[in-house]
């Protein structure tokens, strides 16, 4: 029976899955994205973060799922740098789409939804993805995801538009100023990332009206902008992952209702679901 390697990669970290028959090792590396690292930061990652942990098994196979991997430069990419680690194996690359719609719907048709960092959504027809809503990124889209809730927060308490209990909690929370921020954002490296670290003053302060404004309305733009869109949807269950989805699936079951749609299963992270895939 041969060794799998299974990979679940965002824009933050990545999920590893080690399956030796029955046995699972997990583990967990930072984020390999890309369009944010080259080829030897990959291999970087791989043999400090990875390779370690895995105690001198070494898969046959290597299935990778990752943000960026729609692109076919980003695929050969990631593969080059996966094959100088484990040359023994055969690599396979495919999007982190593909990845959540086989651990979410298996092989039925449905609607696959990752909100997350970023955000993305397919119909998966059982076997593969046949549509795809346009991702187009942190700045001009992933509406619904954490950088796009995160970046209302950041314009909330700048705009001083939270009131002044809230203003309070946030200055106390994060210990920032405007300059720090506009630095972040415009001149680091990862923005996605930082602000997305802000959606975590949307969970903990839970029940204010202004959080669930936006909490609601930054999901609602992923609902009318993407799912929506697609005819299945009005027949197949809506599946969703992605730390976000799990974070507040409260809110995403009020939309579905409101907008007559079913909802699916909703899973914290697409790992569990690949295993099974990956074992069947």
């Not at 799998?4 to 994205?33: E, H, M, P, R, Y």
């Not at 400090?48 to 898969?59: F, G, I, Q, T």
């Not at 300059?179 to 003053?201: C, M, Q, S």
Request: glycine residues 10%; charged residues 20%.
């Amino acid at each position: 029976m041969s060794i799998k390697l299974i990979a679940d990669s965002g824009s933050s970290k990545t999920a590893w899955c080690l399956l030796n028959g029955n046995k699972k090792t997990q583990v967990s590396t930072q984020g390999i994205s890309p369009y944010f690292l080259n080829g030897e930061q990959v291999v970087e990652i791989l043999l400090n973060e990875l390779l370690p942990k895995l105690k001198k098994n070494s898969p046959d196979e290597i299935f990778f799922y990752g943000t960026g991997c729609s692109n076919p430069a980003n695929v050969a990419m990631i593969k080059s740098a996966l094959r100088k680690v484990f040359s023994g194996a055969k690599v396979y690359v495919d999007h982190d789409l593909t990845g959540a719609a086989r651990a979410l719907c298996g092989h039925e048709k449905g609607i696959a939804c990752i909100l997350g960092t970023g955000s993305n959504s397919c119909y998966y027809n059982g076997k593969k993805i046949v549509k795809n809503s346009p991702g187009l990124g942190y700045v001009l889209g992933d509406e619904g995801s954490g950088t796009y809730l995160g970046k209302k927060v950041v314009q909330y308490y700048l705009y001083n538009t939270f009131d002044p209990d809230l203003m309070d909690r946030f200055t106390a929370r994060f210990n920032t100023n405007v300059t720090e921020i506009l630095d972040a954002v415009y001149k680091k490296p990862l923005p996605n990332r930082y602000l997305a670290g802000f959606t975590v003053f949307l969970t903990e302060n839970r029940g204010h009206f202004m959080i669930e404004n936006i909490i609601e309305d930054g999901l609602n733009d992923f609902f009318f902008n993407h799912i929506y869109k697609y005819r299945e949807s009005w027949s197949l269950p809506i599946h969703f992952t992605g730390s976000v989805a799990y974070g507040f699936k409260d809110v995403l079951k009020q939309l579905c209702d409101s907008y007559e749609i079913q909802m699916g299963k909703v899973l914290k992270n697409p790992m569990e679901g690949l295993i099974k895939y990956h074992q069947s």
